[in-house]
Structure formats: C-alpha cells, structure tokens
C-alpha cells in the first residue's frame, strides 16, 4: 500500500480480554515502531523492529504486552488480559532504514477497554 | 530514561503572532526531527536536522539546531488557523523518542 496501514481503527473489549493490532508497513521498510498515545498527551515509546528483530523492547509497560514481527514486515501488538489503562491510540510508524530516517505513520488504533 | 524535553506545553496565540517551541536534551543528539500532529490526526514529519547550528526553513517555518547538538527550536512567524496542531521534537537515543509535545492554539 501507499502508507502505513493499522488495523482494526477502532477496538472496544471488555477488561480481562486479550487484544492484537496489527500494522502493516511501507513496503520496503526495515524499521518498524510502536508507540502508544492516551488523550491529549504525548507519544510513549512500546518497542522498535530493525528487520524482525527487536534491538529495544524497554518500552512495554508490563509482561501482557508482547510484540513481533514476521518477515520484515507485519508486526503484531499483543496485549493480554486488557485493563483500563490499556485504552490509548495505539500509533505504528515505519523508516525506510532506521534511525535517522522519516518516520511515516499510520491513522492508529483506538483501544477502548470496559 | 533518555528524554527529549519541550517546551511550553501550550500556546494559544492570536492569528498573525509568531510562535517558537523548544527542545532540550542533557545529552548531545545526533539528530532532531519535528513533526505535527493536527487535531484527530497522526504524527506527520516536517524536517531533520542534522548538523551542528543547522537552519532551515520551510515557508513560514524556521528549525534550528543547536551549536552543541543538545536543542532545537521551530518559529512559526505570522501563525495561521491551519497551523493549529501539536509539534512534537524527536530524537535518535537507540530508538525514536519523541519530545511531550507543544499544543498550538491559533485565535482568529
């Protein structure tokens, strides 16, 4: 596709329940991020791929959230066991080599926990 | 944990005002990127800089670089409606880290 695609848009599931969004990056990209955004505040860093693997995962707030990546491309975000807090716009960004190259973001996930 | 600092928090300006929001870190970046985020939007990338004292400008919008590659600056002269969003700072610390961002609100 043209950009960087997330789905689903928009998630509600109930407290308890597990949870997987899904990011498909530019074609061509090594580099894959995950950030989380709540209302009104700033983007807090999950996890970045270079390739499949994961050179930083400090950013996962806790063991329920886990994330891979599969032939360079498609990642998955898991989150088990959903709480409140977990509700956020989950936000997925991809570069064409790494680091010290434009970011592209997708629309993001909305999660909404109950 | 490695932080990128920005300020203000918000600004809410008059159609016309000029409007600067800073980035500070403690530690010397090897670069600085900005972007905006309008309203219901995503993160939308506006710039890298790179070197140290770098300038460059975009229309009515002029980055900087600092000298010792610590901070970074974006003016907007003579702001606009359509400038109305969130400009966030970001910088390479062995991940894409992202500066709190500053809110813009333009009164026409």
């Known amino acids: 596709g043209a950009g960087v695609s997330q789905s689903p848009s928009n998630k509600v599931t109930e407290k308890g329940k597990d949870v997987e969004l899904r990011c498909d990056p530019i074609?061509?990209?090594?580099?894959l991020y995950w950030y989380r955004q709540s209302l009104g505040q700033g983007l807090e860093f999950l996890i970045y791929?270079?390739?499949?693997?994961?050179?930083?995962k400090s950013g996962l707030p806790s063991d329920r959230f886990s994330a891979e990546r599969t032939g360079g491309s498609v990642s998955t975000l898991t989150i088990q066991r959903t709480q409140q807090e977990d509700s956020a716009v989950y936000l997925c960004?991809?570069?064409?080599?790494?680091?010290?190259?434009?970011?592209?973001f997708g629309q993001g996930t909305r999660l909404t926990v109950v | 944990g490695q932080q990128v600092m920005q300020i203000p928090q918000y600004q809410h300006v008059q159609e016309g005002e000029d409007f600067t929001t800073y980035c500070n870190s403690s530690t010397t970046l090897s670069n600085i990127q900005w972007y905006k985020q309008r309203p219901g939007g995503h993160p939308v990338f506006l710039i890298q800089?790179?070197?140290?004292?770098e300038v460059k400008k975009q229309k009515r919008l002029t980055f900087q670089f600092g000298e010792a590659k610590k901070n970074s600056s974006l003016h907007i002269t003579a702001t606009q409606t359509t400038d109305v969003g969130t400009y966030f700072c970001a910088a390479t610390m062995n991940k894409l880290v992202f500066g709190a961002g500053t809110i813009l609100r333009v009164k026409s």
């Open positions: 960004a991809s570069s064409r080599t790494g680091l010290n190259t434009e970011a592209f």
């Open positions: 074609s061509g990209h090594t580099a």
């Open positions: 791929f270079q390739g499949n693997s994961a050179p930083d």
């Open positions: 800089l790179v070197k140290s004292g």
